[in-house]
């Protein structure tokens, strides 16, 4: 398996790769159109269109030519310092639980860390995201984009932090929700 940049040629693989991670997840977006995929599948191609992309940071894990797993951070704020926001983080179904996510979770936060970003956010399992070093952000003084959130939205700092406060928001698809 290796992780590398999305091309171009990706984008159809990415978008099945996606909806096939948030089918029947009970916590998906909904879709955009009745019965269509999975809402995360077609916010990964609003964020492709929106200022907030970032194609640095827009990776795919590949395994005999094909993607099975795909992890996205786009420009977010926090009031009006420029931070990342981290998601959809997907692996197909069957090939879940056998490292890839861990492997794209390290590979955008060193690529983020290399780009002089300060901070990610992210909305998650606290569980999980923990062992990548995300804290509740409330506990760096960074407020989620909704309260009701609590400690499921979390940050991750990286070198080029120096403290930040204030509301954090991401790139504008995400608000379509
Ligand atoms: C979340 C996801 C990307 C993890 O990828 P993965 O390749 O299965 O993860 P890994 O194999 O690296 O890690 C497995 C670990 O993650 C845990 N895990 C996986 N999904 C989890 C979830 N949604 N919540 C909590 N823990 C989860 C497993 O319990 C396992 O933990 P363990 O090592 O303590 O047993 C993948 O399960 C997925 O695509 N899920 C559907 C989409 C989704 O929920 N994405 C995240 C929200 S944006």
Same mark, same amino acid.
């Given at each position: 398996?290796?992780? $590398? ?14 909806? +096939?991670?948030?089918? &029947? ?8 159109? @009745? ?39 786009? $420009?977010?704020?926090?009031?009006? $310092?420029?931070?990342? =926001? ?12 056998? &490292? ?15 780009? &002089?970003? @300060?901070?990610? &956010? ?7 995201? =923990?062992?990548?070093?995300?804290? @509740?952000? $409330?506990?760096?003084?960074? +407020? ?5 959130? =609590? ?14 406060? =204030? ?11």
């Amino acid at each position: 398996m290796i992780v $590398r940049r999305e091309r171009s040629d990706d984008v159809d693989a990415i978008h099945a790769v996606t909806a +096939a991670a948030f089918r &029947g997840v009970a916590h998906s977006a909904p879709p955009v159109v @009745p019965g269509g995929d999975p809402g995360e599948a077609t916010l990964v191609s609003w964020l492709r269109d929106d200022a907030g992309w970032i194609p640095e940071l827009s990776l795919v894990a590949v395994e005999d030519d094909q993607v099975v797993g795909h992890v996205l951070a786009t $420009r977010a704020h926090v009031d009006d $310092r420029p931070v990342l =926001g981290l998601g959809p983080l997907s692996v197909l179904p069957h090939r879940q639980r056998a &490292g890839l996510g861990t492997a794209l979770m390290h590979a955008v936060l060193g690529a983020a860390d290399a780009l &002089g970003e @300060p901070l990610v &956010g992210l909305l998650g399992n606290p569980y999980y995201y =923990g062992r990548f070093g995300f804290v @509740p952000a $409330r506990s760096v003084g960074v +407020a989620a984009p909704v309260p009701a959130w =609590g400690d499921n939205f979390q940050v991750r700092t990286l070198s080029r932090y120096e403290g930040l406060a =204030g509301r954090f928001r991401y790139a504008e698809p995400f608000d379509r929700f």
